[in-house]
């Protein structure tokens, strides 16, 4: 066994572990949880049958098996940043809806004690 397939081992033990975790809490949706079961089958086949990748790299027309893999990794990086972009916005938008919440309660409060006096 070679340096490269106990880092694949160790990797796809992490995705595993985090798999489970992340499915415990819930808070996967369904197409998270398919890519997450891909990714972690992908690394268990390519670790114990590298011959795949030479089928892989012959249907794609690559020089290269990990030439594949890097471009796979590029399209799955810009998929997970534009998730993260849009949990971001999506706390961004209901924390502007909270703090407009608050402050018209606040407003309200004021005018409440204001009329009292």
Same mark, same amino acid.
Do not use: C, P
């Given at each position: 066994?070679n340096?490269?397939e +106990? $880092? /694949?081992?160790i990797?796809?033990?992490?995705i595993? /572990?985090?798999?489970?975790? +992340?499915?415990?809490k ?6 998270? $949880?398919? %890519? $997450? #079961?891909? +990714?972690w089958?992908?690394?268990? =086949?390519?670790?114990?049958?590298p011959? +795949?990748?030479?089928? #892989?790299?012959r #249907? /794609?027309w690559?020089? &290269?098996w990990?030439d ?6 590029? %399209?799955?990086? =810009?998929? /997970? %940043?534009?998730l ?10 209901? #924390?502007t809806?909270?703090? &407009?919440?608050v402050?018209i ?12 006096k």
């Open positions: 066994m340096l490269l +106990v $880092f /694949f081992i990797s796809w033990l992490i595993f /572990f985090l798999a489970l975790d +992340v499915a415990k819930q808070k996967f949706n369904a197409l998270h $949880f398919v %890519v $997450f #079961i891909w +990714v089958s992908g690394l268990l =086949v390519f670790t114990f049958s011959t +795949v990748l030479n089928l #892989i790299w #249907i /794609f690559m020089q &290269r990990a594949v893999l890097v471009y796979w990794s590029i %399209v799955f990086l =810009v998929y /997970f %940043v534009l993260l972009l849009k949990k971001v916005e999506a706390n961004k938008e209901d #924390i809806k909270l703090v &407009r919440e402050s309660l606040e407003g309200k409060l004021k005018d409440n004690e204001n009329k009292k």
